[in-house]
C-alpha cells in the first residue's frame, strides 16, 4: 500500500513538472510585447517622434543621455584652445509596443536618424514580461 502511495506521489510530480515547462514554454513564445531602446542624436528627436506618430505608436519616453560608441569623443577648439569631449549628449527612446508593430517602428527609427555619419547610434530590442496601466490595471498589450 505504501509503495502505491509513493508512486502516486512521485507519477502526480513529474506530471507538475511536464506542466510548469509546458507553461514556461508557452509564456516565451506567446510573449508578444517587445521594449525597443533606441539611442540617436539630439538634433533627430523630433524627426523619429513624429514619424513613429504617424506609425501608430502610441506613447515614448525620451531621457537625455551622455555617451560614447567606437568614436570615443571628439575634439572641439573654443577660443584657440583644444578640448576633449569624451561624453557626447544623446538621446534614448524608449518605446513599448506589440511584437508585430517592431520591425515597422526599426524601420521608422532607422529611416529618420540615419545621417550617415559617425555617431548615429543604437536600436535594442528587449523582451517585455509585463504592462501595467496604473490608472484602470489593465495589463499587457492592453496596457500599451
Do not use: W
Not at 506521489?9 to 507538475?16: D, H, N, P
Not at 523619429?48 to 577648439?77: D, F, I, M, P
Amino acid at each position: 500500500m505504501l509503495s502505491m502511495v509513493i508512486c502516486v506521489i512521485i507519477y502526480s510530480f513529474r506530471i507538475k513538472m511536464r506542466i510548469r515547462v509546458i507553461y514556461y514554454t508557452l509564456q516565451a513564445i506567446t510573449n508578444t510585447m517587445k521594449k525597443i531602446e533606441a539611442i540617436i542624436k539630439p538634433h533627430k528627436l523630433e524627426d523619429v517622434r513624429e514619424a513613429l506618430n504617424e506609425a501608430g505608436v502610441s506613447g515614448l519616453t525620451v531621457t537625455e543621455v551622455k555617451g560614447y560608441g567606437r568614436q570615443k569623443g571628439h575634439s572641439e577648439t573654443y577660443r584657440g584652445a583644444e578640448y576633449k569631449i569624451d561624453f557626447l549628449p544623446k538621446v534614448k527612446i524608449e518605446i513599448a509596443v506589440t511584437a508585430d508593430q517592431v520591425d515597422r517602428c526599426i524601420e521608422i527609427i532607422l529611416a529618420t536618424a540615419k545621417t550617415g555619419k559617425i555617431g548615429d547610434g543604437k536600436i535594442f530590442v528587449t523582451n517585455l514580461e509585463n504592462a501595467v496601466r496604473i490608472r484602470t490595471g489593465e495589463n499587457d498589450a492592453e496596457a500599451l
